[in-house]
């Protein structure tokens, strides 16, 4: 298994958990969000930024999650990012949950590199080749 290119923690809220106590599925997905602009953050770029003179987003295009065992209020979860691919328009990423030893979750993200015009309008580009390197160092310091 690749070692994750980044780790975070994430606690538990009241307000994130149903009725039974256990985390709502759409928070995985929030928590996720989170971590990767963490990650991001921590390489000095972001989802949303300027490079080259253009203004850059990355959107997702897709979202997954897998669930094997629950999370619960108050519990402290483990977050790992892994780039699992830097390509020319795109980056993807691997998402694991762990409370302890227990793995309760792995999600999934593809994001496209998009400049945003004025008009709010998204045009997939490549990504510039000072993030698609910054991003490729990330991944080949963890391999």
């Known amino acids: 298994m690749t070692t994750p290119n980044f780790r975070t923690t994430r606690r538990v809220e009241f307000a994130d958990t149903d009725m039974a106590g256990i985390v709502h599925f759409a928070n995985f997905f929030r928590w996720m969000e989170s971590a990767e602009v963490e990650f991001l953050r921590s390489l000095g770029l972001s989802v949303a930024m300027t490079a080259d003179g253009l203004k850059l987003g990355l959107p997702r295009v ?3 999650c897998d669930f094997m065992l629950p999370a619960r209020f ?6 790992s990012v892994t780039l699992e691919k830097v390509g020319r328009r795109s980056v993807s990423y691997l998402f694991d949950f762990h409370k302890d030893t227990e793995h309760l979750a792995r999600g999934r993200i593809s994001a496209v590199c998009c400049r945003v015009e004025d008009n709010r309008k998204l045009e997939a580009i490549e990504i510039p080749l000072s993030i698609r390197e910054i991003l490729q160092r990330a991944s080949s310091v963890s391999s």
């Open 62 to 64: 897709s979202a997954s």
């Open 74 to 79: 108050g519990d402290l979860l483990d977050v």
